[in-house]
């Protein structure tokens, strides 16, 4: 009898080790994002892209328009309380598979820029041009939005 106690004991021990060892390789997904008086925090780990740009898209306003081409790895970073364009772009140093980017910008009440979207494109690619997903705020419109000319 002692001994079947040992074997159930010695069998429940390896089980917890085993679920142990599966919870520590397994990288929990989190994103997480403040933005205040202008500053961006954002910590990300093994997040996908699309999570990333949508929890920032809800948090700022900004749109991100993205090359269907880019697939890029699960993201892992920290922003601390940067200002929101300098941590956009340390953002975008995590997706090597982006060739380039550009932002657009429109007036706010004041009369100050502000940053209403990231677009990014692949090698040899114009911006915005071929096919794209778009991460936006929830509730805000996700067409891509027609070039206006400029006023004379």
Do not use: W
């Not at 328009?65 to 340390?90: F, G, Q, S, Y």
């Not at 995590?94 to 090698?123: E, N, S």
């Amino acid at each position: 009898m002692r001994s079947r106690t040992s074997l159930q004991r010695l069998a429940t021990v390896f089980a917890l080790a085993i679920f142990a060892d599966l919870a520590l390789a397994a990288p929990a997904t989190t994103v997480r994002v403040q933005f205040q008086d202008g500053a961006l925090s954002l910590v990300a780990r093994a997040a996908t892209a699309a999570d990333v740009f949508k929890a920032v898209a809800d948090k700022t306003g900004v749109r991100f328009v993205v090359d269907a081409e880019i697939k890029p790895d699960p993201i892992t970073i920290d922003i601390d309380a940067m200002p929101l364009e300098r941590a956009i772009r340390n953002l975008l140093t995590v997706i090597p598979q982006a060739a380039g980017h550009t932002m657009t910008y429109t007036r706010d009440g004041r009369g100050a820029p502000q940053l209403v979207q990231v677009t990014l494109f692949g090698p040899g690619k114009a911006p915005a041009g071929g096919r794209a997903t778009v991460y936006s705020a929830s509730g805000q419109d996700t067409s891509l939005p027609r070039p206006t000319p400029p006023a004379h």
